[in-house]
């Protein structure tokens, strides 16, 4: 027999949380034969929420907003679904997306800068919540 177990995360969970969680609801000792069947489920972020949301933020208060035709709110939207662990592992594309937008508006651009930008946008995001993700 099998033991069963519904997990909820908010986020990417990892194995550990998982186990930890699953241990939690089961206990350490699962029925005879040592099986657990585990379904993992991941709340929805909501709208607006995470470091694509934070940077679109943090640009917008020194007059930089998404234009028609830009790729700002669907990168901003790509960021908020990978979360912040995959945002402060690519800084660097990151800052490559907002150097390729400064240069289509002809706007200077500082790679020092645009790495600031966005730890601190990464940084909010995790402040406001956003643990994984």
């Given at each position: 027999?099998?033991?069963?177990?519904?997990?909820?995360?908010?986020?990417?969970p990892d194995d550990d949380r998982?186990?930890?969680?699953?241990?939690?609801?089961?206990?350490?000792?699962?029925?005879?034969?040592?099986?657990?069947?585990?379904?993992?489920?991941?709340?929805?972020?909501?709208?607006?929420?995470?470091?694509?949301?934070?940077?679109?933020?943090?640009?917008?208060?020194?007059?930089?907003?998404?234009?028609?035709?830009?790729?700002?709110?669907?990168?901003?939207?790509?960021?908020?679904?990978?979360?912040?662990d995959w945002c402060a592992a690519?800084?660097?594309?990151?800052?490559?997306?907002?150097?390729?937008?400064?240069?289509?508006?002809?706007?200077?651009?500082?790679?020092?800068?645009?790495?600031?930008?966005?730890?601190?946008?990464?940084?909010?995001?995790?402040?406001?919540?956003?643990?994984?993700?």
């Open positions: 027999m099998a033991g069963t177990a519904v997990v909820t995360f908010r986020g990417q998982v186990l930890a969680a699953v241990r939690q609801v089961l206990g350490d000792d699962t029925e005879s034969d040592g099986r657990i069947i585990i379904t993992v489920q991941r709340k929805p972020r909501p709208v607006g929420y995470g470091p694509g949301t934070e940077l679109k933020r943090l640009l917008g208060r020194i007059g930089i907003k998404a234009e028609p035709g830009c790729k700002c709110t669907a990168r901003a939207e790509e960021m908020d679904r990978r979360g912040c690519n800084v660097p594309l990151i800052v490559g997306w907002l150097r390729e937008e400064a240069t289509k508006r002809s706007l200077p651009f500082l790679d020092a800068a645009g790495t600031v930008i966005v730890r601190r946008a990464i940084s909010n995001a995790r402040r406001r919540g956003d643990g994984k993700a």
